[in-house]
């Protein structure tokens, strides 16, 4: 059956993976809408090669730019802009799936739309989950969405736990699932050095290609932390039944560990065409253009425990799950509001983890049960990230 697939960000890094994939498989699956923030280049080099049904794009200009440049093209592809759109989607009229790749926050509306629209979702956009957990979990239930993991670990996690109860609450005969990360670019920096590392340091991540918000992420590991709250609500599992595994090499993309004594891992190239495929093809399996593992030439593969005090951000995250309520959702918003303070060289590298600790300080904590509670805790986190950026810097 020929599937139809939106792509919520398709001119990032996850975005242009999916497309690719989409491209090897051009008989199951075509790209129906498209959507992106500013980059019309890309953009209209994405509508050459894919003629979608859609295209939204975020800021206005871009979307005037874009427009002229398919008009030159004599390409009769609608464009619309604004964000108002972006979280109007009539996903239903177009898609039979849904890639969430947009970065951060503003991924939370569009991605929930979909949700709601009772489609197959395939969730790269962490931060949405972890903004709304239990109410994004809710909303995939009541419209029976299917909700496929995207990010690696996430994904390696899901194809290592037992298929058949993944609709099950609780896993039963699991100890432990093992979530790996790499440790990021400075990983074995001294400690000393870690206040001097630039934005393009901290993006220069060893295994993987990614946005930069995701690298910075990946070098304060609170893209660990992040995908550790993302766990415990895609999987319904509690804080005690995961542990994190630094794992410098990212062979092993995670593991679960059983009673028996069975561990049961998922191995690939660090390439994320791998779970994108997975999911899509999903329970089957198609070409996602990625090499198997050549054994024979593997560096030795390492595991060592996280250290909190080159991590700090990661003993944040886990603080922020165990107070639960709105403090994962002011984590992540202070978080994205830091790592952008930080690529903009307004405070230093160390200081990310000191904006995150002070802003979820000064907070109260609220349980949030409806959209309008998240985005008035979010818009607030932010408020208070900037004045602490500001006191600091
Ligand atoms: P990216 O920065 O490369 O791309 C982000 C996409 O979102 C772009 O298409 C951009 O136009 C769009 N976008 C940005 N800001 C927007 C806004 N305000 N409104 C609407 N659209 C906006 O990011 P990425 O690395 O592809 O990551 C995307 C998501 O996937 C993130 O949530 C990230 O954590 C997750 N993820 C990425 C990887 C990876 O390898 N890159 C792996 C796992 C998970
Ligand atoms: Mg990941």
Same mark, same amino acid.
């Given at each position: 059956?020929?599937?139809?697939?939106?792509?919520?960000?398709?001119?990032?890094?996850?975005?242009?993976?999916?497309?690719?994939?989409?491209?090897?498989?051009?008989?199951?699956?075509?790209?129906?809408?498209?959507?992106?923030?500013?980059?019309?280049?890309? *953009?209209?080099?994405?509508?050459?090669?894919?003629?979608?049904?859609?295209?939204?794009?975020?800021?206005?200009?871009?979307?005037?730019?874009?427009?002229?440049?398919?008009?030159?093209?004599?390409?009769?592809?609608?464009?619309?802009?604004?964000?108002?759109?972006?979280?109007?989607?009539?996903?239903?009229?177009?898609?039979?799936? %849904?890639?969430?790749?947009? %970065?951060?926050?503003?991924?939370?509306?569009?991605?929930?739309?979909? %949700?709601?629209?009772?489609?197959?979702?395939?969730?790269?956009?962490?931060?949405?989950?972890?903004?709304?957990?239990?109410?994004?979990?809710?909303?995939?239930?009541?419209?029976?969405?299917?909700?496929?993991?995207?990010?690696?670990?996430?994904?390696?996690?899901?194809?290592?736990?037992?298929?058949?109860?993944?609709?099950?609450?609780?896993?039963?005969? %699991?100890?432990?699932?093992?979530?790996?990360?790499?440790?990021?670019?400075?990983?074995?920096?001294?400690?000393?050095?870690?206040?001097?590392?630039?934005?393009?340091?901290?993006?220069?991540?060893?295994?993987?290609?990614?946005?930069?918000?995701?690298?910075?992420?990946?070098?304060?590991? *609170?893209?660990?932390?992040?995908?550790?709250?993302?766990?415990?609500?895609?999987?319904?599992?509690?804080?005690?039944?995961?542990?994190?595994?630094?794992?410098?090499?990212?062979?092993?993309?995670?593991?679960?560990?059983?009673?028996?004594?069975?561990?049961?891992?998922?191995?690939?190239?660090?390439? *994320?065409?791998?779970?994108?495929?997975?999911?899509?093809?999903?329970?089957?399996?198609?070409?996602?253009?990625?090499?198997?593992?050549?054994?024979?030439?593997?560096?030795?593969?390492?595991?060592?425990?996280?250290?909190?005090?080159?991590?700090?951000?990661?003993?944040?995250?886990?603080?922020?799950?165990?107070?639960?309520?709105?403090?994962?959702?002011?984590?992540?918003?202070?978080?994205?509001?830091?790592?952008?303070?930080?690529?903009?060289?307004?405070?230093?590298?160390?200081?990310?983890?000191?904006?995150?600790?002070?802003?979820?300080?000064?907070?109260?904590?609220?349980?949030?049960?409806?959209?309008?509670?998240?985005?008035?805790?979010?818009?607030?986190?932010?408020?208070?990230?900037?004045?602490?950026?500001?006191?600091?810097?």
């Amino acid at each position: 059956m020929h599937s139809r697939v939106c792509i919520l960000g398709s001119t990032g890094s996850i975005g242009c993976s999916s497309l690719d994939v989409i491209s090897r498989n051009s008989e199951r699956y075509s790209a129906s809408i498209l959507t992106a923030h500013s980059n019309y280049q890309k *953009m209209f080099e994405q509508c050459k090669r894919f003629s979608p049904e859609l295209v939204v794009m975020v800021c206005d200009k871009s979307a005037k730019m874009l427009t002229q440049l398919l008009n030159d093209a004599e390409l009769e592809i609608p464009v619309v802009a604004g964000i108002e759109q972006l979280n109007n989607i009539d996903f239903a009229e177009h898609c039979e799936v %849904v890639i969430a790749a947009i %970065v951060g926050a503003a991924g939370l509306l569009p991605t929930l739309a979909a %949700v709601k629209a009772g489609l197959k979702i395939l969730l790269a956009n962490k931060e949405s989950l972890v903004m709304s957990g239990d109410l994004f979990m809710q909303q995939v239930k009541q419209s029976n969405a299917c909700l496929l993991p995207v990010d690696s670990e996430h994904n390696a996690i899901f194809q290592s736990l037992p298929a058949e109860s993944h609709s099950k609450a609780g896993w039963s005969g %699991v100890k432990k699932v093992l979530l790996t990360g790499s440790g990021g670019p400075f990983l074995k920096e001294p400690l000393s050095e870690l206040v001097t590392k630039t934005p393009d340091q901290a993006c220069a991540h060893p295994n993987w290609e990614m946005g930069r918000k995701i690298s910075v992420d990946s070098a304060t590991m *609170m893209n660990k932390g992040l995908e550790l709250i993302e766990a415990c609500y895609l999987f319904n599992l509690s804080l005690q039944q995961i542990q994190i595994v630094v794992h410098p090499q990212s062979i092993i993309h995670s593991m679960v560990s059983y009673d028996d004594g069975s561990v049961i891992s998922q191995m690939g190239n660090p390439d *994320m065409r791998t779970p994108i495929a997975h999911c899509l093809a999903w329970p089957e399996r198609i070409d996602a253009g990625v090499e198997p593992l050549d054994f024979f030439n593997l560096k030795p593969l390492e595991f060592e425990e996280p250290d909190f005090e080159r991590f700090p951000c990661l003993l944040l995250a886990i603080k922020a799950i165990e107070t639960g309520a709105s403090a994962p959702c002011i984590l992540n918003a202070a978080n994205e509001i830091a790592v952008a303070a930080f690529l903009a060289e307004r405070i230093k590298f160390t200081q990310i983890a000191e904006v995150i600790k002070i802003t979820l300080e000064r907070s109260n904590f609220e349980n949030l049960d409806n959209i309008d509670a998240i985005l008035r805790v979010d818009g607030q986190a932010r408020s208070l990230a900037e004045t602490v950026i500001g006191e600091i810097s």
